[in-house]
C-alpha cells in the first residue's frame, strides 16, 4: 500500500517537474513587445515543421520560429545546466556555498571570451574561446587540488579559488589593454550575461556539452550523495571516490562551460535555484538533480522574458537574477523556515 | 579463518617517524577485537590502513585471506563496513537515505538502490531500534541517534566485518549502553565481527562479561603491546604500565560486571 502511494507521489512529482519548464517555454514565446497567442505559436510550429501553410501571419511566424523559439530553447539549456551543475558541486564539496563557478569555469570562460573579443572581434570565436579555457581553467583547478595526492574536497577548493583569482586577474589585464570605446563594452556586456545575441550554430554547437552533462549529472547523481558524505566514507561505501569525482565534475564542467559560452557569465542561478530546490523537493540527489534542471530552466526562461520585455532596451541577465531571484530566495525562506539544512 | 589479518604491519605520514611498527593482528569470525591506547599511540591510524584510506609503509592485510590492497572498492565494501567517529551532516538527507547507503555497493552502476535495498535498510533501522525514524532528516537527530543511524547504515551492508572507530565518542550513558547492546547483539546473534577502538576501557569488560567473545589489544610505543582477553590484558599492572594510571579492578556487586576504577594519575602532580 505504501509502496504504490509512493509511486504515485513520484510519478506526480516527475509529471511536474516535466510540464513545468513547458509551461514556461511556452509563455516566454507568447510574451514580449509583440504578444502572440497560444494558438499561433502552435500554428507556427507546424508550419515550421511541416512547411504546410497554416495561414499565421508571416509576421507571428518569424517572431515565433526565428527569435523566440531559439531564445527560449537557449534559456531552458543554460538555466537547467548552471543550476544542475551548481547542485552537484555543493554535494561533492559538501559545502552549500559553493556554485556552478566553484573551479574556475565562469573565470576561465570570461578570460576566453575577452581574449577573443580581442584578437577576433568574432562570435563564434568567442564561444569557442570561452568553452575552451572555462574547461581549462577546470583543468588546471583539479590539477593543483591534486598536487597533494589524491582529490580532498579542501585542496579542490583552494584550487579552485586560486585559479579563479589568476583567470580574473588576467581578465582585468585584458579590459586595461582593450579598446575602450569597441571593445571594452563588448566584453562588459558579455561578462554581464545574456541570451540576445546568440546564433543558431552556436546554440546547436553548445548543446552538445550541456546535454551530454546533464544526461552524466543525472545518472550520477546516486552516487553524488554518498560521495556527500565524504571521501572516506564514500570510499569504505564501496564507491571509488577519484574516479567518479572526476566524472561528476567532467559533467558539471561540460554543462557549465557549455551555458556559459554562449550566455557569459550569469551568476546567482547556479548557487541559489539549488537551494530553491532543496527547500521544495528535499537534498536527495535523486530528486534534486532533476529538480534543478527543470527548475533553473523555468528561472532562466522567466528572468529572461523580464529582460527583453521590461523596458525598450534589453537588461543584462546577471542583474535581474539577482533582483528577481532574491526576494523569490527570501519568500521562499521564510514559508520553509530554512528546512533542509 | 581469520576475517581480517595484519601482518607486521608499519606506518608513517612522513617516511621519518614511525607511527607503529610490526603490528600482527587478527580477529575471527563472531569476535570482538578493542584495540586501546593512550592517546596519540596510533589506533585511529591503524584502522584507517585497515579501512585502505592509508597505505601501509610495511606488512600486509589480509580480507578473508585476500589481500586488501587487491580488492576494489565495491568488494572491499561487500567485506567490511565502517562506523566513522562523528560523522560531520552536510546535506538534510532522511535516515532512509542515509541509511540505503549501505546497499551502494549492490546496487547497479547508475541505478539508484530499488526497493529490496530500502527493506534491508529499513530491517537494519529496525535493529537500532530507530523504527519511525525513517523519514526524520538526519541533520536534526542527536549526537546518540546520529550514532545509532551510522550504525544502522553498516549493519545494511551485511559485510561481515565492521569496523568502528570510537562508537560511542560523546554519546551520553543510555546511548553508549544502547550502542554497546548492539553492539554485542551483532556478535552473539548473527556472528558478525567488530572491530572497534575506544578510549573507554569498561567497554571492553561489558562486552566480555555480557558473553560476547571478546579480545583486547593494546597499543603503545609504536606498535602493539599485547593482545588477550580483557581480562588478561586490562590489569592493574598493565594499566600502570602504559596508561600511567593507578587503578583498581572492581567487580559489581551480584558479579555481573566487572570495570576499571581510574583512582589517580601514577605521577600526582
Known amino acids: ?341 | 579463518m581469520a576475517i581480517i589479518e595484519v601482518k607486521d604491519a608499519a606506518f608513517s605520514y612522513d617516511g621519518k617517524r614511525m607511527i607503529f611498527e610490526h603490528v600482527g593482528l587478527q580477529a575471527a569470525e563472531g569476535e570482538i577485537l578493542c584495540i586501546i591506547g593512550p592517546n596519540g599511540c596510533g589506533k585511529s591510524t591503524l584502522i584507517d590502513c585497515m579501512l585502505g584510506l592509508n597505505k601501509l609503509k610495511a606488512g600486509q592485510i589480509f580480507i578473508s585471506g585476500r589481500e586488501a590492497e587487491a580488492l576494489t572498492p565495491r568488494e572491499f565494501a561487500e567485506q567490511v563496513a565502517y562506523v566513522p567517529q562523528g560523522h560531520r551532516t552536510t546535506f538534510a538527507y532522511t535516515v532512509l537515505d542515509i541509511v540505503t547507503m549501505g546497499r551502494t555497493y549492490a546496487s547497479r552502476t547508475f541505478a539508484p538502490p530499488g526497493k529490496e535495498q530500502r527493506k534491508i535498510a529499513r530491517e537494519a533501522l529496525k535493529q537500532v531500534g530507530l523504527s519511525g525514524f525513517e523519514d526524520r532528516e538526519y541533520t536534526r537527530l542527536s549526537g546518540g541517534e546520529l550514532q545509532l543511524v551510522m550504525i544502522a547504515r553498516a549493519i545494511a551492508q551485511q559485510s561481515r566485518l565492521l569496523i568502528m572507530d570510537e562508537p560511542t565518542a560523546h554519546l551520553d550513558f543510555t546511548h553508549e549502553l544502547n550502542v554497546m547492546e548492539v553492539i554485542t547483539r551483532l556478535v552473539k546473534e548473527q556472528g558478525l565481527s567488530i572491530i572497534m577502538a575506544t578510549h573507554f576501557l569498561n567497554q571492553a569488560y561489558y562486552l566480555e562479561n555480557a558473553g560476547a567473545n571478546t579480545r583486547v589489544a593494546l597499543m603503545n610505543d609504536g606498535g602493539l603491546a599485547m593482545t588477550g582477553t580483557p581480562s588478561q590484558v586490562l590489569t592493574q599492572e598493565n594499566l600502570e604500565q602504559n596508561f600511567c594510571i593507578i587503578t583498581e579492578i572492581v567487580e559489581s556487586e551480584f558479579g555481573e560486571r566487572k570495570y576499571i576504577l581510574p583512582l589517580r594519575n601514577k605521577r600526582s602532580l
Open chain 1, 1 to 341: 500500500m505504501k509502496g504504490g502511494e509512493q509511486r504515485e507521489h513520484n510519478f506526480i512529482k516527475g509529471a511536474v517537474l516535466l510540464i513545468l519548464p513547458l509551461i514556461f517555454f511556452m509563455a516566454a514565446i507568447c510574451i514580449g513587445r509583440y504578444s502572440i497567442r497560444v494558438e499561433d505559436v502552435f500554428k507556427s510550429f507546424w508550419m515550421a515543421v511541416t512547411g504546410m501553410d497554416t495561414g499565421v501571419d508571416p509576421k507571428t511566424y518569424a517572431v515565433v520560429v526565428g527569435i523566440r523559439f531559439q531564445r527560449a530553447v537557449q534559456g531552458l539549456l543554460v538555466g537547467a545546466a548552471l543550476a544542475s551543475s551548481g547542485a552537484c558541486f555543493q554535494s561533492l564539496f559538501r559545502n552549500p556555498l559553493v556554485s556552478s563557478g566553484m573551479l574556475g569555469v565562469s573565470n576561465g570562460a570570461g578570460f576566453g571570451a575577452a581574449l577573443a573579443i580581442l584578437l577576433f572581434q568574432n562570435m563564434v570565436m568567442t564561444s569557442v574561446f570561452a568553452f575552451g579555457f572555462g574547461v581549462a581553467a577546470v583543468v588546471l583547478a583539479y590539477l593543483t587540488g591534486k598536487i597533494s595526492g589524491g582529490t580532498p574536497t579542501i585542496t579542490l577548493v583552494l584550487g579552485g579559488t586560486i585559479i579563479q583569482s589568476i583567470f580574473s586577474a588576467l581578465l582585468s589585464l585584458l579590459k586595461y589593454v582593450a579598446d575602450p570605446y569597441s571593445q571594452l563594452p563588448a566584453i562588459t556586456f558579455w561578462l554581464m550575461g545574456s541570451l540576445a545575441s546568440t546564433r543558431m550554430e552556436e546554440l546547436a554547437l553548445s548543446f552538445v556539452p550541456m546535454a551530454a552533462g546533464m544526461t552524466g549529472m543525472m545518472l550520477f547523481r546516486w552516487r553524488l550523495n554518498v560521495l556527500s558524505m565524504g571521501d572516506r566514507e564514500a570510499k569504505t561505501l564501496g564507491i571509488h571516490v577519484g574516479l567518479n569525482k572526476g566524472m561528476i565534475i567532467s559533467f558539471a564542467t561540460l554543462a557549465t562551460a557549455g551555458a556559459v559560452c554562449i550566455s557569459g557569465v550569469i551568476g546567482w542561478v547556479g548557487l541559489v535555484v539549488p537551494h530553491m530546490c532543496r527547500m521544495i523537493i528535499g537534498s536527495n540527489n535523486k530528486w534534486l538533480i532533476p529538480a534543478s534542471i527543470s527548475i533553473g530552466a523555468c528561472f532562466m526562461v522567466f528572468v529572461d522574458t523580464i529582460c527583453r520585455t521590461i523596458t525598450g532596451a534589453e537588461i543584462p541577465l546577471g542583474i535581474v537574477t539577482a533582483i528577481v531571484g532574491g526576494p523569490f530566495f527570501i519568500y521562499l525562506l521564510k514559508k520553509t523556515k530554512g528546512k533542509s539544512w
